[in-house]
């Protein structure tokens, strides 16, 4: 009999400014404005998972957009947006278009999701939460869960 070696994903711990970090980066936090992650650091991981929870009162939407960097030094929102390839054209003249890409879900009530940064291109990745029509009371968990390769 043949033995195959099995492989699985599992998580691994990320880092925050530089210091060894795998879970919470956004705790309880109005989105009355907008909020950011930090960088995180992503260099061993092939994915990064951000588990998102929302206390909602006024809000009617949360999305997100990210940043990826070679280091943690500049602010939130800056570095390479993390842009997503859309397919335009025809297939006999097909055209890819990039722009940067926007995590969004309508909510309702309170709920809680997740979202997935895929091939991530860069050793860090700063993310900004907002919340279409929040108020005070509209409150946002994040944690993030690195997926090794």
């Given at each position: 009999m043949?033995?195959?070696?099995?492989?699985?994903?599992?998580?691994t711990?990320?880092?925050?400014?530089?210091?060894?970090?795998?879970?919470t980066?956004?705790?309880?936090q109005s989105?009355?404005?907008a909020?950011?992650?930090?960088?995180i650091?992503?260099?061993?991981?092939?994915?990064?998972?951000?588990?998102?929870?929302?206390?909602?009162?006024?809000?009617?939407?949360v999305?997100?957009?990210?940043?990826s960097?070679n280091?943690n030094?500049?602010a939130?929102?800056?570095?390479?947006?993390?842009?997503q390839?859309?397919?335009?054209?025809t297939?006999?003249?097909?055209?890819?278009?990039?722009a940067?890409?926007?995590?969004?879900?309508p909510?309702?009530a309170?709920?809680?999701?997740?979202?997935?940064?895929?091939?991530?291109p860069?050793?860090?990745?700063?993310c900004?939460?907002?919340?279409?029509?929040a108020?005070?009371?509209?409150?946002?968990?994040?944690?993030?869960?690195?997926v090794?390769?």
């Amino acid at each position: 009999m043949l033995a195959v070696p099995i492989t699985t994903r599992h998580d691994t711990s990320l880092q925050l400014s530089g210091v060894a970090y795998g879970g919470t980066v956004i705790s309880a936090q109005s989105l009355l404005a907008a909020k950011y992650t930090g960088w995180i650091y992503v260099d061993e991981v092939s994915d990064l998972v951000l588990q998102v929870a929302l206390t909602q009162d006024t809000a009617s939407a949360v999305t997100m957009v990210c940043w990826s960097a070679n280091d943690n030094s500049g602010a939130n929102g800056t570095g390479y947006q993390v842009h997503q390839l859309t397919p335009t054209g025809t297939s006999t003249a097909p055209v890819s278009t990039s722009a940067q890409h926007t995590w969004s879900n309508p909510v309702s009530a309170a709920e809680e999701w997740s979202w997935t940064v895929f091939n991530l291109p860069a050793a860090w990745i700063n993310c900004l939460f907002t919340g279409t029509g929040a108020g005070a009371d509209d409150t946002v968990t994040v944690k993030a869960v690195g997926v090794a390769p």
